[in-house]
């Protein structure tokens, strides 16, 4: 079997989980297939051929996609299946598809329909990128969804999408990669004192990360709670100065007691952080699965999570972490957010407070990664999913 996997981002350039999953299942794909033909965006890099997005120059963003997208297209070499991870992509494997006439399969990191406040960033151009991804699930001849609850979102936003042509393959974790690492070099580096529960985040400051919320939960942890927050990449300037008030405020409080890194941490140095962490928080408002909970698990931290998407999937409540209720449609809702606040502030203080019950889920936590989540498997059934799509698209050209 050759396959082409289209992507935006691609090692070493990461930002997101849709980068992560595409680097740990193509080298788990290669030991499995004939041929794994790799095209990203940006700079060149060893490991695939990469695309700059600079055409039409000046362009809205979402224009100079699609144009990266033609020249993506027009360099797949022969293959018995296109990949396309993403919106950024999916054009790409639209007229890839076409050109070769072969198979078309796209895996559903996220949703645009559920991602509306991402017209804040990219204006007119979500409305492009909606229609891009409308168009490729109509298109493909497999969707993958990376949890079971991703199903009813695609359903739900896409329902010219039969169900028989949506595959669940979860994300992964390299265990190896993500495992206990107890050394202190990073937290002293940062000045992060080592002497206090640590509870950690890491991720972009977007709406859908639920950071906002984190932050503010943050003033009604104990006092000896330290937070280590892991973020940058904000999406709009209002969203940063959004949270850089709020940091400000918590910072006030709890001096000596709040640190924010800004820059992207290598992943050696996140293993550190997250390890040394009591309890690792993820507050997002829309999570199709969560790969930051997974990479948590694996160093054995506790986790403290939102209950949206596909993160009850991965954190088992009261055994591998604590969930907390969250209602999308109710964001609008000043009490009910701020309630929801409150009870993520609880649970923590409930994991700080009883440091032997933490390391316990961390201990279960690690397990479920080695046990559920290896990415072996999951190349095994991205190929079961490949062989799918190829006979379902030889069975409507036969037709």
């Known amino acids: 079997m050759r396959v082409s996997i289209l992507t935006r981002e691609y090692p070493p350039t990461i930002y997101g989980g849709a980068g992560v999953h595409v680097a740990q299942l193509v080298p788990q794909l290669a030991r499995i297939t004939d041929l794994v033909d790799v095209s990203c965006m940006g700079e060149p890099r060893d490991g695939a051929r990469a695309f700059p997005e600079t055409f039409p120059e000046g362009a809205n963003g979402a224009l100079r996609t699609l144009g990266t997208d033609v020249a993506m297209a027009a360099a797949i070499p022969e293959v018995d299946v296109i990949h396309a991870h993403t919106w950024y992509a999916q054009f790409a494997g639209i007229i890839g598809g076409q050109l070769q006439d072969v198979p078309l399969v796209v895996t559903a990191h996220s949703l645009e329909p559920d991602r509306p406040w991402k017209v804040e960033q990219l204006g007119g151009g979500y409305r492009v990128s909606s229609w891009i991804e409308r168009t490729a699930f109509a298109e493909a001849d497999a969707v993958i969804a990376v949890s079971e609850a991703m199903i009813t979102n695609i359903t739900n936003a896409y329902p010219e999408v039969e169900r028989d042509r949506i595959h669940v393959v979860k994300n992964g974790i390299d265990t190896d990669e993500f495992s206990p690492d107890h050394g202190t070099d990073v937290l002293e580096r940062l000045g992060v004192p080592l002497d206090q529960p640590i509870v950690a985040f890491v991720g972009?400051?977007?709406?859908?990360?639920?950071?906002?919320?984190?932050?503010?939960?943050?003033?009604?942890?104990?006092?000896?709670?330290?937070?280590?927050?892991?973020?940058?990449?904000?999406?709009?300037p209002e969203i940063a100065a959004e949270f850089k008030?709020?940091?400000?405020?918590?910072?006030?409080?709890?001096?000596?007691?709040?640190?924010?890194?800004?820059?992207?941490?290598?992943?050696?140095?996140?293993?550190?952080?997250?390890?040394?962490?009591?309890?690792?928080?993820?507050?997002?408002?829309?999570?199709?699965?969560?790969?930051?909970?997974?990479?948590?698990?694996?160093?054995?931290?506790?986790?403290?999570?939102?209950?949206?998407?596909?993160?009850?999937?991965?954190?088992?409540?009261?055994?591998?972490?604590?969930?907390?209720?969250?209602?999308?449609?109710?964001?609008?809702?000043?009490?009910?957010?701020?309630?929801?606040?409150?009870?993520?502030?609880?649970?923590?203080?409930?994991?700080?407070?009883?440091?032997?019950?933490?390391?316990?889920?961390?201990?279960?936590?690690?397990?479920?990664?080695?046990?559920?989540?290896?990415?072996?498997?999951?190349?095994e059934e991205t190929v079961e999913v490949y062989e799918a799509a190829i006979a379902r698209h030889r069975a409507r050209r036969d037709a």
């Not at 948590?296 to 409540?317: K, L, N, R």
């Not at 993520?344 to 479920?368: H, S, V, W, Y």
Request: net charge negative; with cysteine; hydrophobic share 45%.
């Open 204 to 236: 972009r400051i977007t709406r859908q990360k639920g950071l906002i919320h984190l932050v503010r939960a943050a003033r009604m942890l104990d006092p000896d709670t330290t937070i280590l927050l892991l973020a940058g990449a904000p999406d709009t």
């Open 245 to 379: 008030a709020e940091f400000a405020t918590l910072n006030a409080e709890r001096p000596g007691r709040v640190f924010w890194v800004e820059e992207m941490l290598p992943r050696a140095d996140v293993r550190q952080v997250n390890t040394a962490a009591t309890v690792f928080a993820c507050p997002s408002i829309y999570e199709p699965l969560g790969i930051v909970n997974l990479e948590a698990m694996a160093c054995e931290t506790a986790v403290v999570a939102s209950a949206v998407g596909g993160i009850p999937e991965v954190v088992v409540d009261g055994t591998t972490g604590l969930l907390v209720p969250y209602d999308p449609a109710r964001a609008g809702d000043a009490a009910y957010v701020a309630d929801f606040e409150a009870q993520f502030a609880a649970r923590i203080n409930e994991l700080t407070r009883d440091p032997e019950r933490a390391a316990a889920m961390g201990k279960a936590g690690r397990q479920r990664c080695i046990d559920e989540f290896s990415w072996a498997k999951i190349a």
